[in-house]
């Protein structure tokens, strides 16, 4: 069984804009901290969003402004609206759910990861 299946990515233009969608299974929908991480090329994996079962959100610097992230609870999908995408944010995508920090909450640097997708590539070009 597929618990969380990420979708929208694709080849876009500098400037342009892209919408990731990830379904998941309702066991894990309920997770109560749900996040989007990437990893570029030759880079390692970082958090870019996370958001928790409130709709409180986190950001880091890198993207804020330009991306967000959303949650619908009826469909048990998880978003990531991306605008003015720029060569840097190429990279493959993934959405995970999990536990948030107990000291920190549920945050793109403290996420303590349960699920993950298979991934999305995002290919920007300059």
């Known amino acids: 069984q597929v618990q969380l299946q990420e979708s929208g990515g694709g080849s876009v233009q500098s400037g342009g804009s892209l919408r990731l969608s990830c379904a998941a299974s309702?066991?894990?929908?309920?997770?109560?901290?749900m996040g989007w991480f990437r990893q570029g090329p030759g880079k390692e994996r970082e958090g870019i969003a996370t958001?928790?079962?409130?709709?409180?959100?986190t950001y880091p610097i890198s993207v804020k402004g330009r991306f967000t992230i959303s949650r619908d609870n009826d469909k048990h999908t998880l978003y990531l609206q991306m605008n003015e995408l720029k060569y840097e944010d190429t990279g493959m995508y993934y959405c995970?759910?999990?536990?948030?920090?107990?000291?920190?909450?549920?945050?793109?640097?403290?996420?303590?990861?349960?699920?993950w997708g298979q991934g999305t590539q995002v290919t920007v070009s300059s």
């Open positions: 958001i928790d079962s409130a709709g409180s959100t």
């Open positions: 309702e066991n894990v929908y309920t997770m109560p901290c």
């Open positions: 995970a759910a999990g536990l948030p920090s107990p000291l920190y909450g549920c945050t793109y640097r403290y996420f303590s990861s349960r699920y």
